[in-house]
């Protein structure tokens, strides 16, 4: 499988579960528009079998280089920026929860989850578009990961898939303003991630992002509950020369944080 067999089965897969991002990229298209991907990202558990060391070689595998660290304090998360060997391809965010800072409960509830993932499982490029490796959690219990962690709750349903993909918005020619595309996502009725504000960072960080709130699904909890759940949301990213002229590479902590709010399950805190 090459790298772009790779991001077209992570887009099937993605689009059947984030049905918004096919209406916007089509409604896109119909403008004139040729989409590229500035990246896609990737959640995972650190203390399991698919953490980020041992999904890193499927990424290397296909010709990408590490980048560059990012850590998030209060959500407890840690992450990897990737780049390509071919800059036409997408940019890859790998992150993963430490899971041992969350109390004893959520640790056992995650535990649970992990301990079902088959220890004859192959590390290979499908892997990352398979979705949970373990029995749909209860709703309680994923209730309860919500509660210290939306990333855990949305890791414990959702698994191992794109969690969102980005739409460039320097190839775009019709919105060259992130809050223009903002508008334009609303037009066709669909929500922006208000959290940390409209637009998340400046030219000053040398990248401005923003991003819709994720489609929901109703999902079929272990114990036989139904319940809406957020799925995975479209991100907009414009980029900025640094000052030796080339566009930045990187992404933007304080900017991602606000970000991964994007599958919360419960209501944003405006600010
Ligand atoms: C990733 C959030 C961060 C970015 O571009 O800064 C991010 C996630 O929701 O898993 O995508
Ligand atoms: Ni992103």
């Known amino acids: 499988m090459n790298t772009e067999q790779f991001f077209s089965a992570l887009w099937q897969d993605y689009t059947e579960i984030a049905p918004q991002a096919p209406v916007i990229a089509q409604a896109l298209q119909s403008r004139g528009e ?3 991907n500035d990246h896609v990202a990737f959640r995972t558990f650190n203390h399991s079998p698919i953490n980020i060391e041992r999904l890193e070689p499927i990424i290397l595998s296909l010709g990408y280089k590490r980048f560059q660290p990012y ?3 209060q959500k407890h998360l840690d992450a990897m920026g990737y780049v390509p060997a071919d800059d036409r391809q997408p940019k890859i965010f790998l992150s993963e929860l430490r899971t041992e800072e969350l109390s004893p409960q959520s640790q056992h509830i995650i535990e649970s989850l992990v301990r079902q993932i088959p220890a004859t499982m192959k590390i290979e490029l499908s892997l990352m578009w398979r ?3 373990w029995q749909p959690p209860s709703l309680e219990d994923y209730q309860r990961l919500a509660q210290e962690s939306e ?9 191992l898939r794109a969690n969102h993909f980005t739409i460039f918005i320097n190839a775009l020619k019709t919105l060259t303003e992130v809050e223009q595309v903002n508008q334009f996502i609303e037009s066709l009725g669909f929500s922006i991630n208000a959290s940390g504000g409209r637009i998340k960072g400046s030219p000053q960080v040398f990248l401005e992002q923003s991003s819709t709130l994720a489609s929901t699904q109703n999902y079929r909890f272990g114990c036989g509950n139904t319940a809406e759940i957020p799925t995975c949301y479209y991100e907009f990213a414009r980029r900025y020369k640094t000052t030796d002229g080339s566009l930045y590479q990187g992404f933007v902590a304080a900017s991602a944080d606000k970000i991964f709010e994007s599958t919360n399950s419960k209501p944003h805190a405006e600010q």
Do not use: K, P
Not at 152 to 158: C, D, K, L, R, T
């Open 131 to 133: 979705g949970i490796l």
């Open 34 to 36: 040729q989409l590229i």
């Open 151 to 159: 990333y855990a709750a949305w890791m414990s349903v959702m698994g």
């Open 71 to 73: 850590h998030f304090e």
